[in-house]
């Protein structure tokens, strides 16, 4: 299995600050790394895919870079609705992975 | 644009099996696959399954193997996940996902809670 190794755990930052939470895999895995935000009571959503694709509707203030092992995901001019966990996954072979979880809190 | 509704919440003991339904619509491509991923309380995602609806085919994370199944109904475009030998740390919230073959999860179901007490 590829371990996807994800840091920090959690964070705290505020409205308007710039984040970067990054992502370590286990072996190359090329640029087959996507990032989702989880909110509680909802279902988990893409927002980067292939290392640095934005999906439609995402904001361009979440941006994703990396290749090889290592992957971030930089959130820019932090708004509210930002704070959230964000998970990074690796989707070169099964079984897929995740990494831990970022949680973003409000300082 | 596709949409996975899921079926509501269950409630379990330890020792039962627990079956999720989660029906598509809206899908265009002919070659996709349905998953199943778990988020339970204080843990992070987990990916469970794969199936590829059209052909039936699946493939399971190996900490579930024996107890995990994954079926389709073609005719009303319904996979199933079907979970055996619950315990309490089993409790979570249960999704499917949809993917292409890139595996990237674009639709989500909205989640069905599974609680495991005695």
Redesign the interface.
Known sequence: ?IQMTQSPSSLSASVGDRVTITCRAGQSIAN?V?W?Q?QPGK????LI??TSIL?SGVPSRFSGSGSGTDFTLTISNLQPEDFATY?C?Q?YS????????TRLDIK | QVQLVQSGAEVKKPGASVKVSCKASGYTASNYFIHWVRLAPGQGLEWMAIINPGGGATGYAQRFQGRLTVTRDTSTSTVYMDLGSLRPEDTAFYYCAYSSGYYVFNTWGQGTLVSVSS
């Open positions: 299995d087959y996507n989702y989880h279902a988990p959503k893409v895919s292939s999906e998970y996954q989707s099964t079984p897929i992975t995740f990494g831990q979880g």
